[in-house]
């Protein structure tokens, strides 16, 4: 581990299970972890019936940790009676509670860490209600960095005033993570293929187009320099994000916003040509990746 300069999950009911399993004492098997390097530990409980480690105690014991106030977190688990009275107990527990402050920590750090110029530019009375809202409802536990992430600007993206510069700034970091997501492996598509019958296109699902309510770079320099940022302005400037763009982004033409907007949900080529679009900006917006084949 040490020369491959990785990281380690630790799963701590793994652990007990390999020392129950092999007469071994879990403490010692911890002992011989470099913790330095864990970087994730997952909690988790487990019985036996025959041998066999019970799933449904293992998702009660989760949903128990997750549970925001209220509700019945062990509904619709198959658990005996002594299963149940151990996981209904258990929240009563220091222990437990500490558990939970730990999850709830981790969980916060990594939604920071997900959006972070987004979120660390809105005021703490109204980020803090995004982080209990968001993490109580889940989020900041998944596997999937990018996907979570994009998830996690369409959250914020729905709850904050339009047109705002933090609006703009939400939108700006999901598009920036988007085509940087792609770009080591983009390939523009082939063309020809506008030319099949039934071709139908979409937005491209590394893309996307930012509007900025002022100077772009002022507004950017006062979001990274946390300086005092300009008042919305009614002239708009639209920047177009894709895996296929120099610097991965690039000034939007109105074509390309048209375009954009048209094709929230999919649709026919064919459909496109015959209601003004341009071919020659359809095929553009292909090879930059902001558009693909449905």
Same mark, same amino acid.
């Given at each position: ?62 949903? $128990? /940790? #997750? ?6 977190? %062990? @509904?619709?688990? =198959? ?111 082939? $063309? /020809? #293929? ?6 139908? %296109? @979409?937005?491209? =699902? ?89």
């Amino acid at each position: 581990m040490e020369r491959s300069g990785r990281f380690q999950l630790l799963d701590l009911h793994n652990v007990h299970c390999n020392a129950t399993n092999h007469g071994l004492d879990p403490v010692a098997i911890i002992d011989r972890v470099p913790l330095s390097r864990v970087v994730e530990i997952h909690i988790a409980g487990g019985s036996s019936h025959d041998g066999m480690a019970l799933l449904d105690f293992q998702t009660g014991l989760g949903r $128990l /940790v #997750r549970a925001p106030d209220g509700g019945d977190p %062990l @509904r619709s688990l =198959r658990l005996d009676a002594s299963e149940r009275s151990c996981l209904e107990t258990l929240p009563q527990s220091a222990g437990f509670r500490f558990t939970v402050e730990v999850q709830r920590s981790w969980c916060v750090g990594r939604t920071m860490n997900a959006g972070f110029l987004t979120l660390s530019i809105l005021a703490d009375d109204v980020r803090r209600p995004l982080l209990d809202e968001w993490t109580n409802s889940g989020g900041g536990t998944s596997s999937f960095f990018a996907a979570e992430a994009d998830a996690l600007f369409d959250f914020i993206a729905d709850r904050l005033p339009d047109p705002s510069h933090e609006l703009t700034a939400c939108r700006f970091e999901q598009a920036t993570l988007r085509a940087n997501e792609k770009v080591a492996g983009f390939t523009p598509p082939e $063309l /020809v #293929r506008l030319d099949a019958p039934l071709c139908a %296109l @979409r937005r491209g =699902r590394y893309a996307g187009i930012v509007l900025f309510h002022g100077d772009p770079g002022a507004i950017l320099n006062a979001l990274l320099t946390r300086k005092r940022l300009p008042p919305i302005s009614r002239e708009v400037t639209a920047i177009l994000f894709g895996p296929g763009l120099d610097r991965l982004w690039r000034l939007a033409s109105v074509t390309e916003v048209e375009l954009w907007e048209r094709l929230a949900a999919p649709s026919a080529f064919a459909a496109l040509l015959r209601e003004g679009h341009r071919r020659e900006a359809i095929e553009a917006m292909i090879h930059a990746g902001a558009l693909e084949y449905a």
